[in-house]
């Protein structure tokens, strides 16, 4: 298997555009998470699916961030509008199911500007 | 939520030296593990352990889950082990919640 894709790798974009990113996990896996990396804040967690549906999006920063996973096989997080504080690394991660070992994608670097 | 403490925070060593990293966490846990993250930024997987110790090559990492702490050893380490190494647990149904790493610097 490829592992977790994530596209695209970078990403540079001007405050108040939308920005989409996109996942798409180890086939056969059924817990897919968000996660979000700065300098100041480390690794945490913005949301994860299991089943395609949504369990735990309580680190959602505000409404300008949203998840979506259509089908087993892609999700996106979507910022809109985008503000230079949204700036940071975006990981998508997936596990077979929960409680079981997570495999991390090779991120988004995403910069706003 | 549950906490996740890594220490040290910082580590520098010479080529060939030995070194142990610890994590603990505040609560009982149902996952728990271990990455590196390369200078590229790439995460990646070194151990899934729960509970009891697995060794893979000059890597090894116990955990005793009843005492709530994890080690992991990094023996005969080379610049290639340079990076920041992240502990990470699983509570419950909630998804890992990561320590705040160390970074490790080899030295030739």
């Known amino acids: 298997d490829a592992g977790v894709i994530q596209s695209p790798r970078h990403e540079v974009t001007e405050m108040g555009q939308e920005v989409t990113l996109r996942c798409k996990p180890i086939?056969?896996?059924?817990?897919l998470f968000w996660y979000r990396q700065t300098m100041m804040r480390g690794l945490e967690l913005l949301i994860y699916?299991?089943?395609?549906?949504?369990?735990?999006d309580s680190g959602m920063p505000e409404d300008r961030f949203s998840a979506k996973m259509p089908n087993a096989s892609f999700s996106t997080l979507k910022i809109q509008p985008s503000e230079p504080r949204d700036s940071a690394v975006y990981f998508c991660?997936?596990?077979?199911?929960?409680?079981?070992?997570?495999?991390f994608g090779q991120g988004t670097r995403l910069t706003v500007v | 939520g549950i906490q996740v403490e890594q220490s040290p925070p910082d580590l520098i060593l010479q080529e060939g030296a030995n070194s142990t990293l610890r994590c603990n966490f505040s609560?009982?846990?149902?996952?728990l593990q271990w990455f590196h993250q390369n200078p590229w930024g790439q995460l990646i997987n070194l151990f899934y352990i729960p509970s009891g110790t697995k060794q893979n090559g000059r890597l090894s990492a116990t955990t005793v889950a009843t005492e709530r702490y994890s080690l992991l050893y990094i023996s005969s380490s080379q610049t290639t082990d340079s990076g920041v190494y992240f502990c990470a647990v699983e509570e419950g149904r909630r998804a890992l919640t990561f320590g705040s790493g160390t970074r490790l610097q080899v030295q030739p």
């Open positions: 609560d009982s846990v149902n996952n």
């Open positions: 991660a997936s596990s077979s199911n929960m409680n079981t070992e997570a495999f």
């Open positions: 699916f299991n089943n395609n549906v949504p369990i735990d």
């Open positions: 086939s056969g896996h059924n817990s």
